[in-house]
């Protein structure tokens, strides 16, 4: 490895070609490990020194920068259109199955053809949702990328996917002279939750799906814009090969993995028919916690003599078939338009719906986000509009379908004050969102403020759920959160389906909360962007309440994970006379907690750790916590950098992941065992 920590960036000494080629070598081989294997080499200051180096050498000896360069991945000068290219061997595409019965019927057709009635091994693959692309490489170099176009010509999107850090430009050892190699560019469901967040608080248009995302992304004249976007090229197989491949797909996939390409991990080989259904029902079951878009599955023969002797059908495979999963895009009529208050005031329009079967689930209401988001539809009540609902994320109004807008539409005139407290409505430069201005006044917030407040990971009052706090607020017994603690067992054994035993236990429970820590009070206070992560860091770095309320928004910026939007909110919480004044009564009214010891020695810095399943004895938060304060970050899932996995009782998939990749985990018990040596 190159010592590049003392290279200087600009070196007055002469450089060699060998140094270069050296370096661009060494960021080849960093990105494979990086963005390919999930297992960085070397810290990114290192990446990022050596990358400085490169385009330092480049722009004194601009003749030697080639094509494959990893300064190439920056984008390139836009273009003016994009040129068409022929692909050495077309692109199909697959035939459908929509039920068991297409499927045992695509297995009966390929036994006669094979006049066999011997199980078939298959390959299973889910169908990524995205854009199919081809990728040519000569002689172990990239050389140009290209849509599926009409299947036998293309566009040249080769300055585009350049940009794709998963994309090898360079492949590893002994590659075939000429390689096609076909696969999906998609967009994962966090970078396009992402991607539309940015868009429409810059005001531009958002994207259905992630499809379109993708697709848009790859469209883009200026690759510096592809460059931004967070797009995966997935390989599911190859076109035209010169040289030498395995003689099934599966090996050919491996084969793929070998030479630096991201392959699906959830690709099988299965036996008959039966081994395609069964996978189906698991696949469909996973769905919806994939973190990126699938419509269905692909089943491949896997015998590449068997392929060739069952051939094609006019552009399709015989050998090949999709089933499709249900849509996760559907149609339905947009009855009414409300408006909600949350914690914070933002007044968020929800679309009530005609009842909708999308994504597995029956969906009648939907977001649509904010004020400006209602504009850019341009949606109106009474219009037919796209609802979307894919994975976990919240069903959302996608798109609206004009040609179906009915004479009677009408137009959604968004609240110039509190729906709930009629105080007025504002809207902050800079920000999407319209406000309720009432502060903790406002009836709706403080009632999201006392749902935070009592929730698990705040101040864990047991018994005191949403619905019970709507009840209290509702009958006028309470209206801060000062005053959950002075609400007498009378009042509560007189509500509506409340027993004596509960409203003790609810009085037991608020004593008991009254013991806490700094974090979780923090936590607890609701302060805008304060997550618990952020809380335990801004504890444990200031050391007590009353130095987080006095310090400056500079001061705070040295928390780690504060930047100056977190630092402004926290600072402007701490003066507003309202909240000063809600601290001092909940700390009168008994609420305390050690003073944290300010750290000094965090033993876990720079570990990452992944729990899963159920903790039984310490809870998932007390065990984040705990984690947290000793420097360790807790990730949500796991991939090569995890350090270790904590695996409590119905661990299901980050078990098995954590286990394939030999990542070190400890079930409960050990975990406990384990945290004993930090104990001081
Ligand atoms: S194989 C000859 N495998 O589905 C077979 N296609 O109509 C060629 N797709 O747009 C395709 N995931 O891009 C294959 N694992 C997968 C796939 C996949 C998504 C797309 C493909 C094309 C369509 C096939």
Redesign the pocket.
């Known amino acids: 490895m190159l010592d590049c920590d003392t290279l200087p960036v600009s070196s007055s000494e002469p450089v060699t070609i060998e140094e270069y080629r050296q370096i661009q070598l060494e960021l080849h081989q960093h990105n494979i490990a990086y963005y390919v294997d999930d297992a960085p080499t070397v810290p990114d200051a290192h990446y990022d020194r050596l990358m400085q180096r490169l385009l330092a050498i480049e722009a004194e000896q601009p003749q030697w920068v080639s094509a494959d360069s990893p300064s190439q991945r920056v984008g390139a000068a836009p273009l003016s259109r994009f040129t068409s290219v022929t692909h050495l061997q077309p692109?199909?595409?697959?035939g459908n199955a929509f039920s068991a019965q297409d499927m045992q019927d695509f297995d009966q057709r390929i036994k006669d053809r094979l006049k066999t009635t011997d199980d078939i091994v298959y390959v299973c693959?889910?169908?990524?949702?995205?854009?199919?692309?081809s990728l040519l490489y000569r002689n172990g170099v990239f050389e140009r990328a290209a849509t599926?176009g009409d299947g036998t010509t293309g566009e040249d999107i080769s300055q585009n996917v350049r940009t794709l850090k998963n994309v090898p430009l360079v492949l590893m050892e002994d590659s075939p002279a000429v390689l096609e190699v076909?696969?999906?560019i998609y967009m994962p469901h966090a970078g396009f939750e992402r991607l539309n967040e940015a868009q429409r608080k810059a005001g531009q248009k958002t994207f259905v799906n992630p499809r379109n995302a993708a697709a848009g992304s790859l469209r883009q004249l200026d690759s510096s814009i592809t460059a931004q976007r967070p797009l995966v090229f997935?390989a599911?197989?190859v076109g035209l090969v010169e040289g030498e491949l395995p003689d099934t797909h599966f090996a050919t996939l491996e084969f793929l993995r070998a030479k630096g390409f991201v392959v699906?991990d959830l690709?099988e080989r299965v036996v008959g028919v039966g081994g395609c259904l069964d996978y189906y029902t698991r696949m469909e079951a996973k769905r919806a916690s994939l973190p990126f878009d699938?419509?269905?599955?692909?089943f491949?023969v896997d015998a590449f003599t068997l392929q060739r002797r069952l051939g094609f059908v006019a552009r399709?495979?015989r050998f090949?078939i999709?089933q499709k999963f249900p849509a996760q895009e559907e149609m339905t009529v947009l009855k009414a338009v409300e408006f909600q208050v949350g914690r914070t005031g933002a007044i968020t329009p929800v679309a009530r719906l005609e009842p909708v079967f999308v994504g597995g689930v029956t969906v009648s209401n939907a977001t649509l986000h904010n004020r400006d988001e209602i504009k850019r539809l341009a949606v109106m009540v009474g219009d037919t509009v796209i609802i979307r609902r894919a994975g976990d994320v919240i069903p959302q109004v996608a798109g609206v379908v004009l040609e179906r807008r009915p004479a009677d539409a009408q137009s959604i005139e968004f609240p110039l004050h509190c729906p709930v407290c009629d105080a007025a409505a504002e809207q902050v430069d800079g920000e999407a969102a319209v406000r309720c201005s009432g502060g903790l006044s406002c009836p709706a917030q403080s009632k999201e403020a006392i749902k935070h407040f009592a929730s698990r990971k705040a101040m864990d009052i047991d018994g005191l759920g949403d619905k019970l706090v709507e009840q209290l607020v509702d009958e006028g017994l309470i209206h801060t959160i000062a005053d959950l603690f002075t609400v007498p067992l009378e009042a509560l054994v007189a509500l509506e389906r409340m027993a004596e035993k509960s409203a003790r236990n609810l009085l037991n429970a608020l004593e008991h909360c009254k013991k806490t820590t700094l974090p979780r009070f923090l936590y607890a206070l609701g302060i805008r962007e304060v997550g618990q992560t952020t809380a335990s860091n801004i504890a444990f770095h200031m050391g007590s309440l009353e130095a987080v309320a006095a310090a400056t928004e500079e001061q705070l910026q040295e928390i780690p994970d504060v930047g100056p939007v977190v630092a402004q909110h926290i600072h402007v919480f701490f003066q507003q006379p309202g909240n000063v004044a809600l601290i001092e009564q909940l700390q009168q009214i008994g609420i305390h907690w050690p003073a944290p010891q300010v750290l000094g020695e965090q033993p876990l810095a720079g570990k990452t750790i992944v729990l899963t399943g159920t903790l039984e004895q310490m809870g998932r938060s007390e065990a984040k916590e705990r984690l947290t304060l000793l420097g360790a970050k807790v990730a949500g899932s796991v991939s090569a950098k995890t350090h270790l996995v904590v695996a409590g009782t119905k661990a299901g998939s980050k078990l098995t992941k954590a286990q394939d990749l030999g990542v070190e985990v400890l079930d409960e018990e050990g975990f406990i065992q384990w945290l004993t040596q930090f104990d001081s």
């Open positions: 692109m199909l595409s697959l693959e889910p169908k990524f949702d995205g854009a199919a692309v599926r076909r696969g999906e997935n599911y197989g699906s690709a699938i419509d269905g599955l692909v491949k399709a495979p090949a999709a």
